[in-house]
């Protein structure tokens, strides 16, 4: 807020006047940060993809009773990429440019036999069905670390030899699966289903003969066709499901190998094979309902479910005395507890006009009910550089736990300061590396709200979308109140005081930049109540009259429509928006680092079917 980005423009058209010579810019972000015009408009990062992708099917019926299916479909990918740094950049000083080709290749053939049977009251029917999925990726990168010529990016102007390097991955999965399905009078329903997938990364394990099995079972209860009920209920239906499903485990770990790494050297590996490895298996248990009302003006479905996933994938400290300096180990049982509920509505229903109304919510509750005896925590979480923040999996804690640093506290709860040398009357700190629970980055609930209005041919529908509960962090501001460029910095050097729970900090500047400010700040000080409501989405559109298509003879429906989405808030705690995170895998949820802001699109579509 308190730098002009004129600066870095001017700086940047100096730069390229000059010839180029980042090494002479005075306009840098930090000791260890470029110019950002520089970053936007030399420091490039290209891509060149070639993509082919499709699928084949065919359906050969021998009778009205049985059929088969026949399926392929082939997804390719080839890109070129680039990387590029001019001399000066504070990363590469001399220049950088890098090459890299990746060939990614999956393919996946099935088939399907059918069995359809009406035998008086009962529908059944039987499928048998395999499956064969391959994977390859190759990729080759080479990498120059330092260029002759300032900005002419190729190889051949690198000073050394380009360092190459080549990645090579094959998969493979076989699966054979069946289902069987009944049903009477179309009152009572039964699935029973088993698939068996062979991995090939289960190789030289007990698994690569035998593959996992997970079957399910599910069943199904229409109670308003088999009783007579009240005459509001249009209809009523109990359901429950219980299954397991399995998952092979990564890559080259039952018998890792050396292999020839950048520059020739041989790159050993560190873990011990695992010839004992077990799929990951996750069983689960579904109980639902679903109620219609007053000729289906009102409709309920509700959903409780449970899971519970074992023989998870870890890597341990090898024993003492052991070859390798790590193993891997099966373990672990996370356990999922959930509802899902959703309710609609036809609230007005008339000649020309129409409103329909639907109300969802969930929650999930998680916990790690075990890990390994060997492993009281489990880091998921980055670990290569320097965080106030650590994603932990603790017995009895969560995913998606955060852990940092924290105030000092007494017995109720009050922050405790320090009351001699130069650090007199600023909070106590604790949780040196990470070891203080600070929040979790799962909400408590989840709620959505969409509405459609229809008037002949014009609809507008909307959905509000709400998130309550859950923390997230910002290091974004622990980085920027250290340096004192925010707007609540500014407030505290001009008040000449920072309140702190009640409490009076007299010394802005030290509590700011030595106590909660950056990367080894107070990682408490800086988790915001991730709660938030938004108009997630909003929609206008119109259906062009029959009669007006009448003339083409080909066109049977236009349907035009203008959609805005992530338009603004209507509640928010967070000084950032909480769906700004650093990731969107397992790891880092709830975490925000120098994130671009969030964006507000619209668009505009035609839909016209024949």
């Known amino acids: 807020p308190n730098v002009d980005a004129q600066w870095f423009k001017a700086d940047y058209k100096k730069w390229v006047r000059e010839g180029g010579d980042l090494s002479k810019s005075t306009q840098h972000v930090s000791a260890n940060g470029n110019n950002p015009y520089y970053t936007a408009y030399e420091q490039l990062n290209k891509l060149d993809r070639d993509r082919v992708f499709g699928n084949l099917a065919a ?46 290749y999956e393919m996946n053939n099935d088939f399907l036999l059918r069995y359809t049977k009406k035998l008086n009251d009962f529908d059944l029917s039987a499928s048998f069905g395999g499956n064969n999925m391959m994977q390859s990726y190759r990729s080759n990168t080479s990498l120059a670390e330092s260029l002759v010529v300032d900005r002419d990016y190729r190889l ?102 050396s292999h020839v790494g950048a520059g020739g050297e041989i790159e050993y590996a560190d873990s011990a094979p695992f010839e004992n490895m077990k799929p990951e298996m996750t069983t689960s248990v579904e109980l639902g309902t679903e109620w219609r009302f007053l000729n289906d ?200 005081f920072v309140m702190l729970e009640g409490n009076r900090i007299e010394d802005v500047k030290s509590f700011y930049k030595n106590v909660v400010g950056g990367r080894a700040g107070v990682t408490e000080y800086y988790m915001y109540d991730a709660t938030n409501i938004r108009l997630r989405e909003c929609s206008l559109g119109y259906a062009l009259p029959g009669k007006w298509l009448e003339a083409t003879k080909a066109i049977r429906q236009v349907h035009l429509a203008f959609t805005a989405r992530n338009l603004f808030f209507l509640y928010k705690k967070a000084p950032f928006d909480p769906d700004l995170i650093l990731s969107t895998g397992n790891d880092n949820q709830g975490i925000e680092v120098y994130g671009m802001p969030t964006t507000r699109s619209f668009g505009f579509s035609i839909k016209c079917d024949f």
């Open 297 to 496: 003006r009102i409709s309920f479905s509700g959903t409780y479910y449970k899971t519970n996933t074992r023989n998870q994938f870890f890597k341990l400290p090898a024993k003492s005395g052991d070859k390798y300096a790590y193993r891997y180990v099966n373990a672990g049982d996370i356990q999922n507890i959930g509802w899902e509920v959703s309710v609609s509505a036809l609230p007005v229903v008339g000649k020309d006009f129409e409103w329909k109304s639907s109300l969802n919510y969930s929650t999930n509750k998680n916990k790690v009910v075990r890990l390994h005896e060997e492993l009281p925590v489990f880091i998921y979480g980055p670990r290569g550089f320097s965080s106030s923040y650590a994603m932990k999996l603790v017995e009895g804690g969560s995913f998606g736990d955060i852990y940092g640093k924290a105030f000092r506290r007494d017995e109720n709860g009050h922050i405790l300061y320090e009351t001699e040398g130069g650090k007199k009357g600023l909070p106590q700190v604790e949780g040196e590396g990470n070891l203080i629970k600070v929040g979790n980055a799962n909400p408590k609930f989840t709620m959505g709200w969409n509405n459609t209005f229809t008037y002949r041919n014009l609809s507008l529908s909307f959905l509000i979308d709400s998130r309550f509960g859950g923390e997230v962090l910002s290091q974004t501001q622990a980085d920027m109140d250290m340096f004192g460029v925010t707007q609540i910095t500014a407030d505290a050097r001009n008040a000449g």
């Open 59 to 104: 359906t050969i019926n021998f009778t009205e009773e049985l059929s088969l299916i026949l399926r392929c479909g082939m997804d390719l990918n080839n890109d070129f990429r680039t990387q590029q740094k001019p001399k000066g950049a504070k990363t590469y000083i001399n220049g950088m440019y890098k090459e890299q080709t990746v060939f990614d």
């Open 156 to 257: 051949s102007n690198s000073v050394d030899r380009p360092k190459v390097t080549s990645i090579r991955r094959q998969k493979s999965i076989n699966s054979f699966y069946g289902l069987i399905s009944a049903s009477w009078r179309n009152m009572i329903f039964l699935d029973v289903t088993g698939r068996n997938d062979w991995s090939s990364t289960l190789a030289f394990t007990p698994n690569e003969k035998k593959g996992f099995f997970y079957p399910s079972v599910g069943g199904a209860w229409v109670m308003s066709k088999m009783f007579r009920l009240p005459e509001f209920i249009s209809f009523g239906k109990l359901r429950a499901v219980w299954s397991k499903v399995g998952n092979d485990i990564p890559l080259y770990i039952t018998n890792p190998v």
